[in-house]
């Protein structure tokens, strides 16, 4: 099972940038989709979620109508559009897989890097 994101880099204050995961070893289509934020000296973040269809989305409301999480269950990745950003979404940002059925699977990328700085 590898969970692979890409995407990440140095970006201004008001850029933008798109993060992708990459999935193989599972079933991608059966599983709900996360992507998780930790900055330093902080707990980790839910910042979006996708349900395995991709009909549902939800989002932190720090991050509401700035980012768009997305996904292609045909070539298995998801991917995160991040627009406007801003300092405050400074942080290492993890793609996470997740389905319950008796008990939990749970999948976690290695993290990439973001930061937003001028």
């Known amino acids: 099972v590898q969970l692979v994101e890409s995407g990440g880099g140095l970006v201004q204050p008001g850029g933008s940038l798109r993060l992708s995961c990459a999935a193989s070893?599972?079933?991608?289509?059966?599983?709900?989709m996360k992507w998780y934020r930790q900055a330093p000296g902080k707990d980790r973040e839910l910042v979006a979620f996708?349900?395995?269809?991709?009909?549902?989305?939800t989002y932190a409301d720090s991050v509401k109508g700035r980012f768009t999480i997305s996904r292609d269950n045909a070539k298995n990745t998801m991917s995160l559009q991040m627009n406007s950003l801003k300092p405050e979404d400074t942080a290492v940002y993890y793609c996470?897989?997740?389905?319950?059925?008796?008990?939990?699977?749970?999948?976690w990328g290695q993290g990439i890097q973001v930061t937003v700085s001028s």
């Open positions: 996470n897989a997740v389905r319950v059925i008796g008990q939990v699977y749970e999948y």
């Open positions: 070893g599972f079933t991608f289509s059966w599983f709900n």
């Open positions: 996708i349900s395995n269809g991709g009909s549902t989305t």
